[in-house]
């Protein structure tokens, strides 16, 4: 089984709508993130949590909110969905310590369309 | 965060070695060198880090200059599975574990 997963892999849905992206992992992280990526670009990064109570804006939080529900879950939301947040969607992990923080793990990722 | 650049793509042939260029010019002395790279729509994996010293795992090796303005990430035997971007970061290590992508150099083996 994966160690980090994301539901769901693939969502069409309609400007105005509320949708949520869940995160899952297994590795036993304290830290969890949610990037983006459009066509051609590289990652950017929305938000990303340290532990359940300790939450982070990253590059372009505007128009996201998470919830860490718990150590192993990390959710993302676009309260209101738009066009331009059509986009790859990862979540990502890693541990605490030192330089192994920027060692992360990341899910396969969600394909978003907004129409 | 020093800022990297790297050639927007290569070609190896299969079988060959891979040496992949990453010009950090401005590094500082307590900066790491990680390198990812992502298979054509898939998560981005972590390859390999280094400060100073060559590092080598069982993945990839990382040559690091002497005075670090530029390493190398080497694929000994590249297949065709290697074809992706490969992304060379910089970061101090500290509390944030933020990793900023640029625009990577795309690695084509071919047959």
């Known amino acids: 089984d994966a160690d980090v997963t994301q539901t769901p892999r693939n969502r069409i849905t309609k400007t105005g709508k509320r949708i949520m992206l869940e995160c899952s992992q297994t590795k036993g992280h304290d830290r969890m993130y949610w990037y983006r990526q459009d066509p051609g670009l590289g990652l950017r990064l929305i938000y990303y949590?340290?532990?359940?109570?300790?939450?982070n804006k990253g590059e372009i939080s505007d128009g996201y909110s998470v919830s860490r529900q718990a150590q192993a879950k990390f959710s993302l939301s676009l309260e209101s969905a738009i066009p331009n947040q059509t986009a790859l969607y990862f979540c990502?992990?890693?541990?605490?310590?030192?330089?192994?923080?920027?060692?992360?793990?990341f899910g396969p990722g969600t394909r978003l369309t907004v129409t | 965060d020093a800022k990297t650049t790297q050639p927007t793509s290569m070609d190896c042939a299969e079988g060959r070695a891979a040496n992949l260029p990453c010009n950090h010019s401005?590094?500082?002395?307590?900066?790491?060198v990680y390198w990812y790279r992502q298979i054509h729509s898939q998560g981005p994996q972590y390859i390999i880090h280094g400060l100073k010293n060559n590092e080598t795992n069982e993945m990839a090796s990382l040559i690091i200059t002497e005075d670090r303005k530029s390493s190398t990430l080497i694929l000994p035997h590249a297949t065709l599975r290697d074809t992706a971007v490969y992304y060379c970061i910089v970061r101090v290590v500290g509390n944030t574990g933020k990793l900023i992508f640029g625009q990577g150099t795309t690695l084509q083996v071919k047959p």
């Open positions: 949590s340290f532990d359940v109570k300790d939450i």
């Open positions: 401005t590094i500082s002395g307590n900066e790491y």
């Open positions: 990502a992990t890693s541990d605490f310590k030192g330089r192994s923080s920027y060692e992360q793990y």
